[in-house]
């Protein structure tokens, strides 16, 4: 990587240890945590140097399994070991096209569905937990510490929902999420640094359960995004799935148990990996009832069977392409991301469409981790002083209101760049309506029913006023982990409602309370230790955030204002020695406060020198 | 932080004209994004996380509506009080009511034929229309023609939303 850190020493005399991040790929199928070390991204294997973490979960007899050991109970315990739950994730019953695909006992609830368990009711965004804590535990042995922050990948195309629940399960692992970031966008910022590269790329990222493509214009440092299409159903598993269906059929089979589909699937993707290097692979099993298939796959049947899904990727290809209103032409290359790209059928169909190989140098397992990662290490304020690179992100789907008719008034277009606030207004229908409901929807159709329902609250207390009279301005508020908060309020007299899109996937207060109660018994011994560990490295944050910030700007401070800062400096630093959370969360707080003005003139600074520097280039233009 | 009183353009740095060098508005968008992001601040306080999002925020809000030809156009309007989108505000020349009927007749046509390849075509000429109004429109702003600027923004209103349809239709025929 070209990622030099330059050390000068008479500028930071006292250099502090890199705070301790790591970026996180969850994945379908595999799950990777990597961190950067002496300025290279580097993956951190297990202990026993294996790299990736299978995202597998056993709820097994004597506890809870994850990574290999779940794996190894896959075939025996198939209802119990749960594989793919990334599908699942803010997904209700209704959603999944393909549950009977699941040999799990579903639980149709509101929002998200559950899984029936050995060790009780589980939701998607627990049984993620236990995936992310495992990386956690993972990182905190090899880095010797606990973790300041993480960047949680996520793939581009996961809608509000999807995001929100991946945010919540990295909470209940007990990690600070300091970004959600697009799986493509990672691979950019990995690949692009790596590469010194400039122009417009395609990154074409194919994992094991979803696909994204997204396209990024990269110039002196800036990565913006144009535009993401995607499907959050579609990945390697369902070229498993045709392999498995065609073994089926080959061998004249009718269904077949849980247990022997596992086995099958397994077998499946063994076949399909083997296909990447030989012309034919054998497909060779017993199934539980004694019966043996011997098969034969060759690469052509292969190519055959999957050309449908093949086909599928290329739609979001094209329609990313229209958003960005670019012509194939235009792309300078296109970067392979996620294990299934390895398949020798999506290399072909892709170096076809866009007439030239694509670029594989980076490991397409590992490149979503290692970009995360450097994101990490940036965000925890590890930034080296010659790394002056700045992503720009865009939500992939409108986000809209109902109105009348059951119709979709879109607020904020997808591809819109992130962070973003966006205002509307809207007005009442009938004479003297005093409430207003308001439901908050994802997707592109005109029809409320066709798009992802998100949210519903409502706006009460509006006077009483002929209709039409009301003026209520609804805003949407979209930050740059791509989570929305909806406000409303009604103009001429004040009246607010607000919600932040949290209980989309209609978590229960009975799941809220009973999710605690099992993370507390889960960490039952350190619950309190953890919390003021947290508590610290927030301290520790300030501290470093003020200390650099003075260094910088001091001068921007009279005496008095100075002595204030310094002496919350102090409070927090003695409180810090101590062992009492909530003193020292209130000196926090208290510095925060007192540098609050002090942050907002700094700001002032940098956008003033932004512009003076781009003054004097447009008068050179000129 | 930002000035949030400031109107686009002054944001910007940029002089308050319709046509201008879009790779100054990049370069200055670039430049703003720096000094804000949210990513600049992830490791500071609350107070100034909170600014930062705030301040990006308004900054990819002017200039999405700069970047756009008729969002641009718009948001001039929309400085000397002009709501050029209004719904009180119906009124369209009758030539041009005639021509947007045609258009969309001629889309339902091709739309509920066998043959659909016309939808492109269709496509292309909506796309010719919309960049002749452009050059008409910005030279109105040029000259200060507040209210033909604004007619020829709502037909240009109606053209991109005829081309949205088209585009929604030919990608439902791609697959």
Known sequence: ?622 | MIDFSQDYFSLFGLPPRYRFDPAALDAAYHALQRAVHPDRYASAGETERRMALQSSARVNEAYQALKDPVGRAQYMLSLRGIDALAETNTALPMEFLQRELERREAMDAVQSGVDRSGLAALLDTVRRDAATLEATLADRLEAQEWNAARDAVRELRFLTKVADDLEVAIAADEG
């Open chain 1, 1 to 622: 990587m070209a990622l030099l850190q330059i050390a000068e020493p008479d500028a930071a005399p006292a250099a502090r240890p890199p705070r301790l991040a790591v970026g996180i790929d969850l994945g379908t199928t595999n799950s990777l945590v990597a961190t950067v070390r002496h300025g290279i991204p580097v993956v951190l294997p297990d202990a026993e140097g294996r790299p990736l973490l299978p995202s597998i979960v056993h709820f097994g007899a004597h506890g809870v399994g994850v990574g290999y050991p779940a794996q190894d109970a896959l075939v025996a315990d198939p209802q119990n070991t749960i594989v793919s739950v990334k599908r699942l994730m803010g997904r209700g019953l209704a959603d999944l096209s393909d549950a009977r695909r699941f040999p799990y006992r579903f639980i149709d609830a509101p929002g998200m569905v559950k899984i029936e368990t050995r060790a009780g009711v589980r939701t998607p965004v627990e049984v993620s937990a236990e995936i992310l804590r495992s990386l956690r535990v993972r990182a905190e042995a090899s880095l010797g510490g606990a973790l300041a922050g993480a960047v949680v990948t996520v793939p581009a195309y996961f809608d509000d929902a999807q995001r929100q629940a991946t945010k919540d399960a990295a909470g209940q692992a007990g990690l600070n999420v300091l970004r959600l970031l697009n799986e493509p966008t990672a691979a950019a910022i990995a690949y692009g640094l790596d590469n010194a590269s400039e122009g417009i790329y395609a990154v074409y990222d194919l994992g094991g359960g979803t696909f994204d493509l997204s396209l990024l214009k990269l110039s002196r440092g800036v990565f913006e995004v144009l535009a993401t299409a995607g499907d959050t159903a579609l990945g390697g598993d369902d070229f498993d799935h045709r392999i498995y269906c065609w073994a089926l059929e080959t061998a004249g089979l009718g269904p077949v148990s849980p247990s022997d589909t596992r086995l099958l699937l397994l077998k499946a993707r063994e076949a399909k990996e083997n296909l990447t290097a030989h012309a034919s692979t054998p497909l060779v099993a017993t199934l539980s009832t004694g019966e043996r298939l011997d098969l034969t796959l060759t690469a052509a049947t292969f190519t055959t069977i999957t050309a449908t899904l093949v086909s599928k990727t290329l739609q979001p290809v094209r329609k990313a392409l229209r958003d960005a209103k670019l012509a194939v032409e235009a792309i300078d290359g296109v970067v392979m991301v996620g294990g299934a790209t390895r398949m020798p059928q999506i290399q072909k169909a892709v170096a076809q469409f866009f007439g030239m190989p694509p670029l594989t140098n980076l490991d397409p397992d590992q490149v979503v981790a290692l970009g995360a990662a450097i994101q990490a290490n940036v965000l925890a304020g590890n930034r080296a002083e010659d790394e002056d690179w700045l992503l720009l992100d865009v939500i992939p789907l409108s986000l809209g209101l109902e109105t009348m008719g059951g119709l979709t008034e879109k607020i904020v277009p997808r591809n819109a760049t992130i962070p973003i606030t966006k205002a509307q207004e809207f007005t009442t229908f009938k004479d003297g309506q005093t409430a207003m409901a308001m439901h908050v929807v994802q997707g592109e159709r005109e029809r409320v029913s066709d798009c992802r329902s998100l949210a519903r609250f409502e706006l009460r207390g509006i006077p009483p006023m002929v209709a039409g009279a009301a003026r209520i301005r609804v805003t949407f508020q979209i930050d740059a982990d791509g989570l929305l908060a909806v406000s409303a309020r009604e103009q001429t007299t004040g009246i607010e409602a607000a919600i932040t899109v949290k209980p989309s996937y209609g978590l229960a207060d009975t799941d809220i309370a009973r999710m605690l109660e099992d993370s507390q018994a889960h960490a039952a011994a350190d619950m309190a230790v953890r919390a003021l560990t947290e508590t610290q490295v927030e301290a520790q944050r300030i501290l470093g955030a003020t200390r650099s910030a003075l260094d910088a700007d001091g001068d921007l401070l009279d005496a008095p204002q100075k002595a204030e800062i310094d002496a919350a400096v102090s409070t927090v630093r003695e409180r810090l020695a101590g062992t009492d959370r909530h003193a020292l969360q209130a000196a926090v707080a208290a510095l925060n406060r007192v540098t609050a003005d002090f942050a907002a003139r700094r700001m002032d600074r940098g956008v003033a020198g932004a512009l003076t520097g781009r003054r004097v280039d447009l008068l050179a233009r000129d």
